[in-house]
């Protein structure tokens, strides 16, 4: 297949590990700010760190309870008290309802110039990037023009030739049920992503994984793989004759507004991505990785380069914390469809015994019995979640700029936004 660019708790997010090549930046200061911001009113800690200047923002949509009394006060305690602990100089955590919406920071944006955190500033998404391409291929569905039944060798016949090649679908790529493998297990693709490499295209990475490597799991069984969504991308070309970012701008950033999110590498850039960080050191020359470094170094911009120019349409979007509470928000309460059965059929969930299940394109937890739905994302030098509660109409986003932490501290992370709901 040619495409359009002509060539919790235990978490499995996005791409498992992710690495940077850079200068060493010291130790976390003590001293670091940390803010809360809410929409009714304009809160600024005053604890032994510094504080900064805040802004009123906006609230959110819909109807809801009010927050909780003293919410802010509570979640930002809990982030200061967090953030001795991560291994990142900073966090960021917005819960966002109809009434309220808080907004807390703790530690450093950037610790070379000891810039505090700043919530307005665009990330890395990493995983969430696969919300977005979920639901175009849900649209297109809507349209007609891919079935969650299509075979993957209507694209790419020579899956034909792999045991069980031919039971692979449309759905189990967006369920991570196709059993084909993460390229990021291969040597000279490690080196593509967290070595010096030249980058892969996504073309080649999808023929490749097909072509040369076994199946690792029985299509049907739940297996996370961003191979899937690479290759999700590659049928969005197919069948639209566009660049896959171009058709996710025109399907859902334009029509919604999201004008600081796009994708890394591939679009211009908006706005002063926030720095990275990591604590990853060097691989060897087969593609392992040789250690990684007790003190978190800062990304170099061309290994980001490398690095988002591979992973394209597995976690290369970039966006803001106001974007993603946009777009959960249409995205679950069925705006961004024509027919409500597509979004029930993408919250059929599968688990493997994490926290986290896992649907089409998109991730449940339940956290003291609620049902939050969106995703998590890790991506170098940054990790990220967003998700949503219909119920109470809350979103939730969080964010720490370094790639240092695992799936459960960023599940955790996000859980400290739930004392905005309780009485």
């Not at 597995?314 to 409500?340: H, K, Y």
């Amino acid at each position: 297949m040619k495409s359009a660019r002509g060539f919790v708790y235990p978490l499995m997010v996005c791409i498992a590990s992710s690495a940077a090549a850079c200068t060493t930046v010291g130790s976390p200061d003590s001293t670091a700010p940390s803010t809360v911001t809410t929409a009714s009113a304009v809160v600024t800690t005053t604890t032994t760190l510094a504080p900064v200047a805040t802004t009123t923002l906006p609230p959110g949509e819909g109807e809801t309870d009010v927050l909780a009394p003293d919410a802010e006060d509570r979640i930002q305690a809990a982030l200061d008290e967090a953030l001795l602990d991560w291994p990142a100089p900073g966090l960021m955590l917005w819960v966002d309802t109809p009434e309220e919406t808080i907004v807390a920071t703790s530690g450093w944006a950037d610790r070379e110039d000891q810039i505090p955190m700043q919530s307005d500033r665009p990330f890395y998404t990493g995983s969430i990037t696969k919300m977005f391409v979920a639901t175009v291929v849900m649209q297109l569905v809507e349209d007609g023009r891919i079935s969650l039944d299509d075979p993957l060798s209507r694209w790419f016949p020579e899956i034909l030739e792999k045991p069980l090649g031919d039971q692979i679908t449309v759905q189990h790529l967006l369920a991570h049920k196709s059993g084909i493998r993460y390229f990021g297990t291969i040597p000279e693709m490690r080196q593509a992503l967290w070595g010096d490499g030249e980058p892969f295209d996504p073309q080649v990475i999808a023929e490749t994984m097909i072509r040369d490597h076994s199946l690792e799991q029985t299509p049907g069984r739940l297996s996370y793989s961003n191979t899937n969504y690479l290759i999700l991308g590659l049928l969005i070309e197919d069948v639209t004759g566009q660049p896959a970012e171009t058709v996710i701008r025109s399907r859902i950033l334009e029509p919604l507004g999201l004008d600081h999110t796009y994708l890394a590498t591939y679009e211009d850039p908006v706005g002063d991505i926030l720095p990275t960080y990591s604590d990853f050191v060097a691989m060897d020359g087969s593609g392992g990785f040789i250690n990684q470094h007790p003190v978190l170094r800062r990304v170099d911009a061309e290994f980001a380069e490398r690095y988002f120019r591979t992973t394209w349409m597995t976690g290369g979007m970039v966006s803001t914390a106001p974007d993603l509470i946009t777009f959960v928000r249409a995205l679950f309460n069925g705006r961004l469809f024509e027919d409500p059965a597509t979004l029930d059929t993408m919250r059929v969930f599968s688990g493997n015994g994490s926290e986290a299940e896992f649907g089409l394109g998109i991730m449940r937890v339940k956290p003291s019995g609620m049902e939050f739905l969106g995703h998590f994302g890790h991506s170098s030098g940054h990790v990220a979640g967003v998700i949503y509660s219909i119920e109470h109409d809350c979103a939730i986003v969080v964010m720490a700029n370094s790639d240092a932490q695992s799936g459960d501290d960023l599940i955790r992370l996000a859980y400290l936004g739930l004392m905005a709901l309780e009485p």
